[in-house]
Nanobody, 116 residues
């Protein structure tokens, strides 16, 4: 069974930084296509934050460009460095794994709260 273990998150003041990490287990490296992060704020739809694909090409939401950096630490581990956090970044952040075959996998989520 494929599982994603997330760590990081928490409460920080505006302008502060946090780092999220996610490690996949139960999947072979060659089956991992992309790893990344989505987030969902209360009353809003889940949205892509950042993604690192198999060629290490990265994609970012416009709202986080220049502030967030995604790094693919290994084939099965991804981190998200979040700097200059804003209250509107408050959300539950979900690790996401796209497999070459089979359904996508989601982590359980970790709360990020940014106070003004």
């Amino acid at each position: 069974q494929v599982q994603l273990r997330e760590s990081g998150g928490g409460l920080v003041q505006a302008g502060g930084s946090l780092r999220l990490s996610c490690t996949a287990s139960g999947v072979i490296s060659s089956a991992v296509n992309a790893l990344g992060w989505h987030r969902q704020a209360p009353g809003k739809q889940r949205e892509l934050v950042a993604l690192s694909d198999g060629d290490r090409i990265t994609t970012y939401a416009d709202s986080v460009k220049g502030r967030f950096t995604i790094s693919r630490d290994s084939t099965k581990k991804v981190s998200l460095q979040m700097n200059n956090l804003k209250p509107e970044d408050t959300a539950v952040y979900y690790c996401y794994l796209q497999r070459s075959t089979g359904p996508d996998v989601w982590g359980r989520g970790t709360q990020v709260t940014v106070s003004s």
